[in-house]
């Protein structure tokens, strides 16, 4: 079977071990790498030489000093045997082949002065064909050495100018990013401007609305005041007799009776719905019943109905005079609103309203 003959270059690949690392291993420890072939760039090496070539690697990667591979080698490998073809074989041929001349070109000297001349013939021409074998095999070696080196020095330019090849395209994806948001960024400052914009018209609409609802109603107020003037004056125009008369506020009377107190409108609702004036006044008249004598009387005064009540029993005389206007509250409903009251000529505090609310409540409720 043909035996497999690997150069440097092969080896380091197999391998993965720089080209200028092997060709140092080859140079450092030749004695113990076999190898085959007469020198310089006919050296061969055998598959097994791939053995020595990785244990130099491992030893050297656990921080192994040179002797200590030497010697682990010569334990290991011992000395390689010499290539076959080398600087021994051809000085002993050239030495042959010397000797063979010189006796054909001497035949009549004397074998002593013979055998002495071709020994030295010999001895010279064999140490200069192994200076010379030995100079050019070295010369061989340095040269695949600088092959393997300049090889190893362009893969490592080739790696340079891809490493730069992509600084260069991330440079540039770099830049097309930065601009890119800054466009974007421009874009969301034109956006929140719009925004902002928009926002101030927002603004000035909704208090535009406000001032507008407010001209409204003062607008409304002004109205009700004006109808409420118009009512007060066509009842006066329809005769003061009917005052006299006792005529009543038929409008106010269907309203619910509240009382404004702390911003907002009290009432008096019970299972029969609210509790308006004409229920107020029926508990009024009830007095009647009770053997008293009850006079009512209303009068309209600018926007407001007063009544004036006057209940003699035996020799007591109440008097009860009240100011009841028709306002609309913020929920837009029509309610008749207790301005003020009087007992006896006396103007009758908040507090008391609010026990007369909380008595008619528990009268009306049940």
């Known amino acids: 079977m043909t035996r497999e003959f690997l150069s440097l270059r092969e080896i380091a690949r197999?391998?993965?071990?720089?080209?200028?690392?092997?060709?140092?291993?080859?140079?450092?420890?030749?004695?113990?790498?076999?190898?085959h072939g007469a020198g310089g760039r006919r050296v061969r090496y055998p598959a097994e030489?791939?053995?020595?070539?990785?244990?130099?690697?491992?030893?050297?990667?656990?921080?192994?000093?040179?002797?200590?591979?030497?010697?682990e080698l010569a334990a290991s490998f011992g000395a390689a045997e010499p290539p076959g073809g080398g600087a021994g074989g051809l000085a002993g041929g050239v030495a042959a082949g010397v000797w063979r001349r010189g006796r054909r070109a001497g035949d009549d000297a004397r074998p002593g002065a013979r055998s002495d001349a071709a020994g030295?013939?010999?001895?010279?021409?064999?140490?200069?064909?192994?200076?010379?074998?030995?100079?050019?095999?070295?010369?061989?070696?340095?040269?695949?050495?600088?092959?393997?080196?300049?090889?190893?020095?362009?893969?490592?330019?080739?790696?340079?100018?891809?490493?730069?090849?992509?600084?260069?395209?991330?440079?540039?994806?770099?830049?097309?990013?930065?601009?890119r948001l800054h466009g974007d960024l421009e874009a969301a400052r034109r956006e929140l401007d719009g925004l902002r914009s928009e926002l101030d018209a927002t603004r000035s609409e909704r208090d535009g609305l406000a001032r507008e609802r407010e001209a409204l109603c003062r607008e409304r107020e002004a109205l009700l005041s004006e109808r409420d003037e118009l009512r007060a004056g066509a009842a006066g125009a329809a005769g003061g007799a009917a005052s006299r008369a006792g005529a009543e506020p038929h409008a106010l009377l269907g309203l619910p009776?509240?009382?404004?107190?702390?911003?907002?409108?009290?009432?008096?609702?019970?299972?029969?719905?609210?509790?308006?004036?004409?229920?107020?006044?029926?508990?009024?008249?009830?007095?009647?019943?009770?053997?008293?004598?009850?006079?009512?009387?209303?009068?309209?005064?600018?926007?407001?109905?007063?009544?004036?009540?006057?209940?003699?029993?035996?020799?007591?005389?109440?008097?009860?005079?009240?100011?009841?206007?028709?306002?609309?509250?913020?929920?837009?409903?029509?309610?008749?609103?207790?301005?003020?009251?009087?007992?006896?000529?006396?103007?009758?505090?908040?507090?008391?309203?609010?026990?007369?609310?909380?008595?008619?409540?528990?009268?009306?409720?049940?």
Not at 15 to 35: G, Q
Not at 295 to 315: D, H, I, K, N
Request: with cysteine.
């Open 14 to 35: 197999r391998l993965n071990i720089p080209p200028s690392s092997v060709a140092y291993y080859k140079d450092r420890f030749s004695a113990h790498i076999p190898k």
């Open 120 to 179: 030295a013939g010999m001895g010279g021409l064999g140490g200069l064909n192994a200076g010379l074998d030995g100079l050019l095999e070295r010369m061989s070696g340095l040269l695949e050495s600088q092959a393997l080196f300049r090889a190893e020095i362009d893969g490592l330019r080739g790696e340079l100018r891809a490493l730069r090849e992509e600084r260069d395209r991330a440079v540039e994806r770099g830049a097309e990013e930065v601009a």
């Open 257 to 366: 009776l509240v009382i404004f107190k702390d911003g907002g409108y009290l009432g008096v609702s019970g299972p029969k719905g609210h509790f308006c004036l004409r229920d107020f006044v029926g508990l009024l008249e009830r007095r009647r019943s009770q053997g008293a004598e009850v006079v009512l009387r209303w009068s309209a005064r600018g926007g407001s109905w007063e009544l004036a009540v006057r209940a003699t029993e035996g020799e007591q005389v109440r008097e009860l005079e009240l100011s009841v206007r028709e306002t609309v509250t913020p929920s837009n409903n029509r309610v008749a609103r207790l301005e003020r009251m009087a007992v006896d000529g006396r103007e009758a505090p908040d507090r008391y309203l609010l026990l007369l609310f909380r008595k008619i409540r528990e009268e009306f409720e049940s």
């Open 49 to 71: 030489a791939l053995a020595v070539f990785r244990e130099i690697r491992q030893m050297f990667d656990r921080n192994w000093t040179s002797e200590q591979v030497e010697q």
